[in-house]
């Protein structure tokens, strides 16, 4: 037996996790292949121009991107604070606020990870050029932490609560709005040729703000949760 | 005489407080809006550009004001709700929030029926109209989570925290709608950019912005009495109030 | 080493108690008593700090609870109502986790022979699904045996549907960790009685 710092309690939370996502394979897939469903739908719906496609294929990755993380972050905390497993963490030496980065930073290799991956694929269907599908790549993956961050705050809020997808949705969305003004503007601007460094330095401080406070509020809202 | 303020902390001291002011409050609210009403409607002089029907804006705008000016009282009350753990702050917070609501709709609708006759369309995409929606949403989140949650204290405290979080998104959202609708809009189409102001434009203007907020200080006045009867409703004093009214 | 001044808590609209006070010292033992519904479950988890107390104070080892609730958790052992296990992973790994998050590494090899003690050998990766509910609870109390760092336990009805030879495993290991000079705190329906230990009541009334 030892006693264990911060960095291994850290990296056991990531380890838990990770594991449980691959036990539950179905879980992680539903939300990839919702992405990718949701994104296939819009030429169907719009019709197939592809200048109109180009022009909305920013805003339609994105926002299946939005939807496909709210759908994930249900799983986040509910499991664990379903089986108990929630309050033992708060109960944990360390503190808290550092180990809900743990769980969020899994969360995110697990569900948002894989949609930054597969969106270039996708903005090929859109007739993306190759520079633009870069750029959509790098706002995902600088967004995608960010919404895992900042949804983190609406799933620990409505734990154990009647109706929580739906409500989660409600809270979460309009806090979303910056994240896809910038993410998706930054996409648009590419596919027009003008320069994306100022959309990708705002996401950039979207990220910064959300690691530094989003924790902090998921952790306040789970000891609310779990009184 | 020194002005114990914290004896109003006191649910059935603020009850009996709050149930003589509002009467006042209310009665401030209908002066002042009919001054406002009258001046907006019939003294202020048809605008150069916009003609009869930017009078709208004696509504539009006070609406709008209020609900962002209201959003952040609520916030302050969740704060020291929760810094002080005090119930009736978050009373009060709860009480606040459903007018908060309707100011921000009244702001959306008259929004809309300004933007039919100057532009002819019914929704504009500039940015004060959809942070308002946001901030519709915002509001409608707060109620619902605070319904959504059976036990009292737990609705309080969660519901207190997503307001706080609302008010320190409030802002980045804001300015990054702003943004965004300067690179779709242009300049042409936005409800900011108000016709240049008369002064009686202005008075009207600040007299139906200061009968919103007489109006939303007694209405929720009145709500938190509500609500603390509801909450209390086990205490003697509530007892010996119900008994009272027999 | 804990102690409780005045303890008031509030649920929904109901005072539960009010006016708890008592201390525990090392090597001491407190059984809270009472009928269903009188707080004992609240009780224990106002100790914990994962409650706030509508008032009275909750303090380990002089400091107040609510202050520095970390000087707490690093020698708080909390066993709750709920087996805090995971149902997908195995024994062993709910084990070496759940030690993990208090702040007490073990390897598996440690872990598989507190698990063998507490009748699961040969089952330590099976998943805790697949296990019966006698199984899952025996895994559950299997951080007992691993617990000797941590001065407080809080055990939350640690005996429920225990067979007999389980039940003495649990109390041989509360003995152990009250002769080490811990600190247990535990509600039980059973009667309980331990060699060479008193056990202070303590009766919440309705």
Same mark, same amino acid.
Request: net charge positive.
């Given at each position: 037996?030892?006693?264990?710092?911060?960095?291994?309690?850290?990296?056991?939370?990531?380890?838990?996790?990770?594991?449980?996502?691959?036990?539950?394979?179905?879980?992680?897939?539903?939300?990839?292949?919702?992405?990718?469903?949701?994104?296939?739908?819009?030429?169907?719906?719009?019709?197939?121009?592809?200048?109109?496609?180009?022009?909305?294929?920013?805003?339609?990755?994105?926002?299946?991107?939005?939807?496909?993380?709210?759908?994930?972050?249900?799983?986040?905390?509910?499991?664990?604070?379903?089986?108990?497993?929630?309050?033992?963490?708060?109960?944990?030496?360390?503190?808290?606020?550092?180990?809900?980065?743990?769980?969020?930073?899994?969360?995110?290799?697990?569900?948002?990870?894989?949609?930054?991956?597969?969106?270039?694929?996708?903005?090929?269907?859109?007739?993306?050029?190759?520079?633009?599908?870069?750029?959509?790549?790098?706002?995902?993956?600088?967004?995608?932490?960010?919404?895992?961050?900042?949804?983190?705050?609406?799933?620990?809020?409505?734990?154990?609560?009647?109706?929580?997808?739906?409500?989660?949705?409600?809270?979460?969305?309009?806090?979303?709005?910056?994240?896809?003004?910038?993410?998706?503007?930054?996409?648009?601007?590419?596919?027009?040729?003008?320069?994306?460094?100022?959309?990708?330095?705002?996401?950039?401080?979207?990220?910064?703000?959300?690691?530094?406070?989003?924790?902090?509020?998921?952790?306040?809202?789970?000891?609310?949760?779990?009184? | 005489?020194?002005?114990?303020?914290?004896?109003?902390?006191?649910?059935?001291?603020?009850?009996?407080?709050?149930?003589?002011?509002?009467?006042?409050?209310?009665?401030?609210?209908?002066?002042?809006?009919?001054?406002?009403?009258?001046?907006?409607?019939?003294?202020?002089?048809?605008?150069?550009?916009?003609?009869?029907?930017?009078?709208?804006?004696?509504?539009?705008?006070?609406?709008?004001?209020?609900?962002?000016?209201?959003?952040?009282?609520?916030?302050?009350?969740?704060?020291?709700?929760?810094?002080?753990?005090?119930?009736?702050?978050?009373?009060?917070?709860?009480?606040?929030?459903?007018?908060?609501?309707?100011?921000?709709?009244?702001?959306?609708?008259?929004?809309?029926?300004?933007?039919?006759?100057?532009?002819?369309?019914?929704?504009?995409?500039?940015?004060?109209?959809?942070?308002?929606?946001?901030?519709?949403?915002?509001?409608?989140?707060?109620?619902?989570?605070?319904?959504?949650?059976?036990?009292?204290?737990?609705?309080?405290?969660?519901?207190?925290?997503?307001?706080?979080?609302?008010?320190?998104?409030?802002?980045?959202?804001?300015?990054?709608?702003?943004?965004?609708?300067?690179?779709?809009?242009?300049?042409?189409?936005?409800?900011?950019?108000?016709?240049?102001?008369?002064?009686?434009?202005?008075?009207?203007?600040?007299?139906?912005?200061?009968?919103?907020?007489?109006?939303?200080?007694?209405?929720?006045?009145?709500?938190?009495?509500?609500?603390?009867?509801?909450?209390?409703?086990?205490?003697?004093?509530?007892?010996?109030?119900?008994?009272?009214?027999? | 080493?804990?102690?409780?001044?005045?303890?008031?808590?509030?649920?929904?609209?109901?005072?539960?108690?009010?006016?708890?006070?008592? %201390?525990?010292?090392?090597?001491?033992?407190?059984? &809270?008593? !009472?009928?269903?519904? #009188?707080?004992?479950?609240? @009780? /224990?988890? $106002?100790?914990?700090?994962?409650?706030?107390?509508?008032? %009275?104070?909750?303090?380990?080892?002089?400091?107040? &609870?609510? !202050?520095?609730?970390? #000087?707490?958790?690093?020698? @708080? /052992?909390? $066993?709750?109502?709920?087996?805090?296990?995971?149902?997908?992973?195995?024994?062993?790994?709910?084990?070496?986790?759940?030690?993990?998050?208090?702040?007490?590494?073990?390897?598996?090899?440690?872990?598989?022979?507190?698990?063998?003690?507490?009748?699961?050998?040969?089952?330590?990766?099976?998943?805790?699904?697949?296990?019966?509910?006698?199984?899952?609870?025996?895994?559950?109390?299997?951080?007992?045996?691993?617990?000797?760092?941590?001065?407080?336990?809080?055990?939350?009805?640690?005996?429920?549907?225990?067979?007999?030879?389980?039940?003495?495993?649990?109390?041989?290991?509360?003995?152990?960790?009250?002769?080490?000079?811990?600190?247990?705190?535990?509600?039980?329906?059973?009667?309980?009685?331990?060699?060479?230990?008193?056990?202070?009541?303590?009766?919440?009334?309705?």
């Amino acid at each position: 037996m030892t006693a264990l710092g911060l960095a291994p309690v850290f990296a056991a939370v990531i380890r838990r996790d990770l594991t449980l996502a691959l036990r539950r394979r179905s879980d992680v897939l539903t939300t990839f292949f919702f992405f990718v469903i949701v994104v296939s739908l819009f030429p169907l719906g719009v019709g197939t121009q592809s200048s109109m496609l180009r022009s909305i294929a920013p805003g339609v990755v994105w926002v299946a991107a939005l939807l496909a993380s709210m759908l994930a972050l249900v799983r986040l905390f509910a499991s664990d604070f379903d089986d108990g497993t929630l309050e033992q963490l708060a109960l944990s030496p360390q503190p808290l606020v550092l180990l809900v980065v743990a769980k969020v930073f899994a969360h995110w290799l697990v569900s948002g990870l894989p949609l930054v991956l597969v969106a270039p694929l996708l903005g090929l269907q859109f007739d993306l050029p190759a520079g633009a599908l870069g750029i959509m790549m790098l706002t995902l993956l600088v967004g995608t932490p960010c919404l895992s961050l900042i949804g983190a705050i609406g799933a620990a809020l409505t734990l154990g609560v009647r109706g929580a997808g739906g409500l989660l949705a409600l809270l979460v969305l309009p806090l979303y709005v910056p994240v896809l003004i910038f993410g998706a503007g930054a996409v648009s601007a590419a596919v027009a040729g003008m320069p994306v460094s100022g959309h990708l330095s705002v996401l950039g401080a979207c990220l910064l703000i959300a690691l530094v406070l989003g924790p902090w509020a998921s952790a306040a809202a789970v000891r609310i949760a779990i009184e | 005489m020194r002005l114990n303020v914290w004896k109003y902390a006191s649910p059935p001291a603020f009850y009996r407080l709050a149930g003589n002011l509002a009467p006042w409050f209310l009665g401030l609210a209908a002066a002042l809006a009919a001054t406002g009403l009258y001046i907006g409607f019939f003294v202020a002089p048809t605008d150069f550009q916009q003609g009869e029907s930017y009078r709208i804006i004696f509504i539009h705008v006070p609406a709008a004001w209020m609900s962002m000016f209201i959003y952040a009282v609520m916030a302050f009350w969740c704060a020291m709700g929760v810094v002080l753990n005090t119930r009736l702050s978050f009373m009060m917070a709860l009480a606040l929030a459903p007018t908060g609501a309707m100011f921000t709709f009244i702001a959306l609708w008259s929004g809309a029926l300004w933007g039919k006759p100057t532009w002819g369309t019914w929704w504009v995409w500039d940015a004060r109209l959809t942070s308002e929606l946001i901030l519709l949403f915002l509001y409608i989140g707060f109620l619902s989570l605070h319904a959504a949650i059976d036990d009292t204290r737990r609705a309080d405290r969660a519901a207190a925290l997503l307001a706080l979080v609302g008010v320190i998104n409030v802002p980045i959202i804001y300015f990054s709608v702003k943004w965004w609708s300067t690179l779709h809009q242009g300049a042409s189409v936005s409800l900011t950019r108000a016709p240049t102001m008369a002064a009686t434009m202005l008075v009207g203007m600040l007299i139906m912005s200061l009968a919103a907020w007489m109006y939303a200080i007694g209405v929720s006045l009145l709500r938190a009495r509500t609500i603390m009867l509801e909450r209390e409703s086990d205490a003697e004093w509530v007892r010996e109030l119900s008994a009272e009214r027999r | 080493m804990l102690e409780a001044l005045g303890l008031e808590c509030v649920r929904g609209q109901r005072r539960l108690f009010r006016g708890i006070t008592f %201390g525990l010292a090392a090597g001491q033992m407190l059984w &809270v008593l !009472g009928p269903n519904g #009188s707080g004992k479950t609240t @009780l /224990l988890r $106002l100790l914990c700090g994962l409650l706030r107390p509508e008032s %009275g104070h909750v303090r380990w080892k002089g400091e107040d &609870v609510r !202050g520095s609730p970390d #000087s707490l958790h690093a020698d @708080l /052992l909390y $066993l709750g109502h709920a087996p805090a296990v995971k149902d997908d992973l195995s024994s062993r790994e709910n084990l070496c986790f759940g030690l993990a998050q208090t702040g007490i590494g073990v390897t598996p090899r440690e872990a598989d022979a507190v698990l063998g003690e507490f009748g699961l050998a040969g089952r330590e990766m099976v998943p805790i699904r697949a296990l019966s509910q006698g199984q899952k609870r025996r895994a559950a109390l299997s951080r007992l045996a691993l617990g000797a760092a941590k001065a407080l336990w809080i055990l939350d009805e640690p005996f429920t549907a225990l067979d007999a030879q389980a039940v003495q495993l649990v109390q041989a290991h509360l003995a152990r960790q009250l002769s080490r000079g811990g600190c247990v705190v535990f509600t039980s329906h059973h009667e309980v009685e331990l060699a060479g230990h008193a056990v202070t009541r303590l009766q919440l009334a309705q």
